[in-house]
């Protein structure tokens, strides 16, 4: 049977075995079929759309703000020539993951946590469970296992926009042209850094994904709560985000 | 059979079943009946496994429920449909794709079975010509009736209905109301209403059950209260009245 509120006295505790049961169930019901195939498609294809513009917009905004600080300073010591690597390193090692993460955050996750949550509110979840459907396999998994999958590619195109638009705003704003900016711009770039950095964005689209779903699936109450419980869905996958971005970060730095 | 011994539920310092036991023979309609508030939906939850109670035990053709596996759960729901209130339809699939959902899901048919077992079930409960909205565009008695289509599509043995006429005006009451009695009559299903509502119990019910403070206290058979010579009917009169006093309405 399923974990209920009644379970927890107080709202932090809910909201930590509710979590901690999403994980269970997830690995629970991921090895027994139906494989929902089709609903990770349709949530691949989903994910992609719906975050793709936040995602292009912080990017280049992102590739503002390094133009801005490289270009400015870069000026001011006369170190045009080390702006390419510092960017493209920083955008490709830290930059570009950290801004993915909170915005996949922002846009599908709680998309995520308000979708299941007006879903459990209007019966739907236990709909499906009286159909011998187990809404962990039909409503979570797919989420998670497209948002795995969709996070990589919104990365790469983070990459991408990113150094283009330091690229562009270097040009307009000091007038650096792109030879001098490219020249040794992946020097320090070995492709242990790229490949970490879709292992590290990976980990984060899993968490972000699940604690998303966790939050909507195990929701109870009305119209305010779910506004809580929304806000509560952002708040802890900022924190995740940033502390999954320093472990795995230092992990990697030290053994890899 | 559906029987249920000394349940037990809890919300915090909220006691909601104190002991309550029910049997449910096939192939009847069981009707609990009980004020708003008093427990009927957690009953209902419980005996579909959706809630665990604290104390007590479930037994579904002799299979206790409420410690059994998931994957077990999974099966023994499969005999079972649920009209939940208010329908619960799947917002973003339309009348058809929603009925279709848990035979897609299973994939125990072909397509051309399922589209024949769905134009069957809409034909039943009269919304074959609604098949392609989507429920915002239906009412409150169509988004029901669209509810049992689904309930009843993988055939279950039981039926369960969560207060099937709330919130619904006279003739849309009506409509679900005739359903649950085709349904009765035709397919021989066994059903268990819980509703607050006397008028649906008198038309429907074969064994009433009245709870009150967490158990049941009275079970009567539909026509005791059909004739209006009930305990129980008179437990809602009396409760209404009561209500008028407290509020001091002359009536």
């Known amino acids: 049977m399923e974990y209920t509120q009644q379970e927890s006295k107080s709202e932090g505790g809910h909201l930590a075995r509710s979590v901690f049961h999403t994980y269970l169930n997830f690995f629970y019901w991921v090895v027994r079929p139906p494989f929902p195939l089709r609903e990770i498609f349709f949530q691949f294809i989903r994910t992609m759309l719906e975050a793709f513009v936040t995602i292009f917009v912080g990017s ?113 704003w000091f007038n650096i042209s792109p030879e001098v900016i490219f020249e040794n711009a992946f020097v320090f770039l070995k492709s242990a850094v790229l490949n970490q950095s879709f292992i590290r964005i990976a980990i984060m689209g899993f968490f972000v994904s699940l604690n998303a779903c966790a939050l909507g699936y195990y929701f109870s109450g009305g119209a305010i709560e779910l506004g809580r419980t929304a806000t509560k869905s952002i708040v802890i996958n900022f924190i995740v985000v940033l502390i999954i971005d320093l472990l795995t970060g230092m992990f990697m730095a030290i053994f890899l | 059979m559906i029987e249920a011994r000394d349940l037990y539920v809890s919300f915090g310092s909220n006691h909601v079943l104190k002991g309550l036991s029910v049997r449910m023979e096939d192939t009847q309609t069981f009707v609990i009946a009980g004020r708003s508030g008093i427990g009927k939906t957690v009953l209902l939850r419980c005996l579909a496994g959706l809630l665990k109670p604290d104390k007590g035990r479930i037994y579904i053709d002799g299979e206790e429920i409420t410690e059994t596996t998931k994957d077990n759960l999974l099966r023994i729901r499969k005999k079972i449909g649920m009209l939940l209130q208010q329908g619960a339809l799947f917002d973003s699939m339309t009348v058809y794709e929603n009925v279709a959902f848990p035979l897609l899901y299973h994939k125990m048919f072909t397509k051309k079975e399922i589209d024949r077992k769905v134009d069957k079930y809409l034909k039943v409960v009269e919304m074959d010509e609604y098949r392609e909205l989507f429920p915002k565009e239906l009412s409150g008695g169509m988004k029901r009736k669209v509810a049992l289509a689904r309930a009843m599509i993988l055939e279950p043995k039981y039926l369960f209905y969560d207060e099937p006429t709330s919130g619904l005006d006279p003739s849309s009451a009506g409509i679900v109301e005739s359903m649950i009695i085709k349904l009765k009559q035709e397919m021989r299903i066994t059903s268990l209403i819980v509703t607050h509502d006397i008028e649906l119990t008198r038309y429907v019910g074969d064994k009433i059950g009245l709870m009150v403070d967490g158990k049941i206290t009275n079970i009567e058979r539909g026509d005791e209260i059909a004739a209006r010579k009930s305990v129980i009917y008179e437990h809602f009169i009396k409760m209404r009245e009561r209500m008028h006093e407290l509020n001091g309405t002359k009536i």
Not at chain 1, 117 to 123: D, F, K, L, R, Y
Not at chain 1, 166 to 171: E, I, K, N, Q, S
């Open chain 1, 60 to 172: 280049v905004v992102m590739g503002m703000f390094i133009a801005w600080i490289g270009g400015w300073y870069g000026s001011l010591y006369g170190a045009l020539s080390y702006i390419g690597p510092a960017a493209t390193f920083g955008i490709i090692h830290e930059f570009t993951i950290m801004l993915v993460g909170m915005l996949y955050a922002c846009r599908i996750g709680t998309a995520f946590t308000v979708e299941i949550g007006s879903m459990a509110m209007s019966g739907q979840l236990d709909a499906q469970r009286m159909m011998a459907v187990e809404p962990v396999q039909y409503i979570i998994i797919p989420r998670v296992i497209a948002s795995v999958i969709s996070i990589l590619f919104l990365l790469g195109i983070a990459h991408g926009v990113a150094i283009v638009s330091t690229m562009v705003f270097l040009r307009l």
